[in-house]
């Protein structure tokens, strides 16, 4: 005859709900990255970042969804509270610019690249955890979509302004 505590069956329930409803404390977060006007971001990087700056994860945008965990059931990022930022989130300009690449070392004369300019494509306050107004707080796993205004370059804003006052 097998002897139990008295009650034992009650507290393994007990535990085994409190387990299931806490969980590991792992949650998978995705969702969609768009401009305000419904455009998707290509490509970049969501980051998500505990205010104290102790944890941070990355997911990659592709074609404007990002998935933070989907490795495994246990993968994901700790529940809790976190600031969200975009980072890498570019687009080509059309523009090149000429870059040093280093010395010849037979003639002693700069070794020019060109590369594409890229420009951001999110509005600047949205890239940094510093200034970042985007919150999310993870209490399970959870679909959080990020809409976010475009970048805007603020010097060609000031010459479009320039060029109207001229024709005044």
Do not use: Q, W
């Not at 990255?33 to 994860?57: M, N």
């Amino acid at each position: 005859m097998e002897k139990r505590l008295p009650g034992s069956g009650f507290l393994f329930g007990l535990f085994t709900m409190v387990f299931l409803a806490v969980g590991c404390g792992r949650a998978h977060v995705s969702g969609t990255v768009t401009l305000d006007d419904g455009t998707p971001i290509a490509s970049g990087r969501v980051v998500f970042e505990t205010e104290d700056g102790s944890f941070s994860a990355v997911g990659a945008i592709v074609d404007g969804h990002y998935t933070m965990g989907i490795i495994a059931d246990d993968d994901g990022i700790p529940r809790g509270d976190y600031i969200v930022y975009i980072t890498s989130a570019t687009r080509l300009t059309g523009e090149t610019i000429e870059v040093s690449d280093g010395i010849d070392s037979n003639t002693g004369e700069d070794i020019m690249m060109t590369l594409p300019l890229l420009e951001s494509v999110v509005a600047e306050k949205y890239t940094s955890v510093r200034d970042s107004p985007l919150r999310c707080k993870v209490t399970r796993s959870m679909t959080f979509d990020i809409v976010v205004p475009p970048y805007v370059d603020e010097s060609k804003k000031d010459e479009a302004k320039d060029e109207n006052n001229k024709g005044s």
